[in-house]
């Protein structure tokens, strides 16, 4: 992954090594290449001292060496069309042609050359001591180190910043993992300070609204127990007077109801708590062999204990078994329990229609219905939701697989 703080501290180191390039060669190209002042006084100077171009080369060797003497400099001189004349020490230039090939009268660091009045040429090596002390690479060197002290300043400022976002990011991340009372600490008055009192406002808006919908969930759930109860007393008084069928029917509504509010009173409650508030050792295949007992489902397995809450773990094989008795098609429901990588494997099948792949985890989520489907014996779509809460607090998680040869498997994973 890509580091924020690297982009942003890369971008300035960058941006020093194109400056130190751009000014180096700007320096060769415009300082360093510009002629000395006072060339054609120098020019007339050495021509006054040396011999007419008529006179033998020989007179104009021994000029020459009058005029290095003492200076330890090589020195030539050349004709107009680049024959060499004299010189003193070794050739200045590489080759016969160097004078007139030589781009303009100074070369920086190296050898100058310097046209006369009458055409010749007069070329000469500095020694390395008296060579310029600006030379290009001191002011290279002097770049660079402006350069690095620059990279080395900026690094903690570019950090600095960059690590105030890595902590938004990580309350970010634990806002939407379901944490709503993480906040972020807000360093600084810039825009990423701005950015995290932001993030505070929102989150704490967020916690508040979630609190009242779960406040007022419960709550809802609770009156229901009153209502349901009068109802409840009033058909055991009409019992005497009322038709069989109008009992009976009163009856399985209430106990729908009844089903519901506690359903949902459990879904709150999970919802609210942070971790678990019973956590113990529970026989997983007693617990399965008792509620497969209810329904008349078949089980195998072999004994496996988890650590969790044995209340809400009876719920989950509960609502899986009433899930597949209800979607089966009257077939009969097969249990199997094993030990897997530490966790316990729970799965729960039938031979009914199945659940088509596009909705395999819709049915997870709470009162959705496929659309023009109906759940049969006044199941109210909040079964599988709460299977599924109750299997992430317990470590695992649950998903719906085709069987082979028609139907459905439900396969909980339950930490151990």
Same mark, same amino acid.
């Given at each position: ?9 890369? =971008? ?149 910043? =960059? ?18 009372? =993480? ?81 949902? %009173? ?54 899986? %078994? ?14 199997? %329990? ?79």
């Amino acid at each position: 992954m890509r580091h924020l703080y690297l982009k942003l501290y890369l =971008t300035v180191v960058a941006s020093l090594v194109a400056f130190v390039l751009a000014a180096g060669f700007l320096w060769r190209q415009l300082v360093d290449a510009s002629p000395p002042p006072g060339l054609d006084l120098a020019a007339a100077v050495a021509q006054g001292a040396l011999p007419p171009a008529s006179e033998p080369r020989a007179a104009q060797q021994a000029a020459l060496e009058r005029l290095a003497a003492n200076r330890r400099i090589n020195i030539a001189l050349y004709e107009p069309d680049g024959t060499r004349i004299a010189q003193v020490g070794p050739d200045v230039l590489a080759r016969r042609e160097g004078a007139r090939s030589a781009r303009g009268p100074w070369h920086p660091g190296r050898v100058w050359t310097l046209e006369l009045p009458d055409g010749r040429w007069l070329a000469a090596r500095l020694p390395r001591r008296e060579r310029p002390p600006y030379a290009p690479w001191s002011l290279f060197f002097t770049l660079g180190l402006i350069a690095l002290g620059v990279a080395v300043g900026a690094y903690p400022v570019v950090r600095g910043a =960059t690590r105030r976002l890595e902590r938004l990011r990580a309350s970010v991340d634990a806002l939407g993992s379901g944490d709503l009372g =993480t906040r972020v600490t807000v360093e600084g008055r810039d825009e990423v300070a701005a950015l995290a009192a932001s993030f505070n406002r929102s989150a704490a808006r967020i916690e508040a609204l979630v609190g009242a919908h779960k406040t007022l969930l419960a709550n809802a759930s609770h009156e229901l127990r009153s209502p349901l109860a009068r109802i409840r007393m009033a058909i055991e008084l009409l019992k005497a007077e009322a038709d069989p069928a109008l009992r009976a029917e009163l009856a399985r509504d209430v106990a729908e109801l009844d089903a519901l509010v506690d359903e949902i %009173l459990t879904a709150s409650r999970l919802d609210a708590l942070a971790q678990l508030e019973t956590r113990e050792a529970v026989d997983l295949l007693a617990l399965a062999a008792e509620e497969c007992a209810r329904v008349g489902a078949t089980l195998d397995g072999a004994p496996t204990t988890i650590h969790g809450d044995p209340r809400l773990l009876r719920r989950l094989v509960r609502n899986l %078994l009433e899930n597949a008795r209800r979607h089966g098609a009257g077939s009969p429901v097969e249990v199997t %329990l094993a030990a897997h990588a530490g966790a316990a494997v729970l799965r729960v099948c039938d031979r009914g229609p199945g659940v088509p792949e596009a909705e395999r985890e819709r049915i997870f989520e709470p009162f959705y219905r496929p659309a023009g489907t109906r759940e049969p014996d006044g199941g109210a779509g909040l079964g599988l939701a709460l299977v599924r809460q109750i299997a992430r607090r317990h470590g695992g998680d649950v998903r719906c697989t085709p069987r082979d040869g028609g139907g459905s498997c439900f396969e909980a994973t339950l930490a151990s």
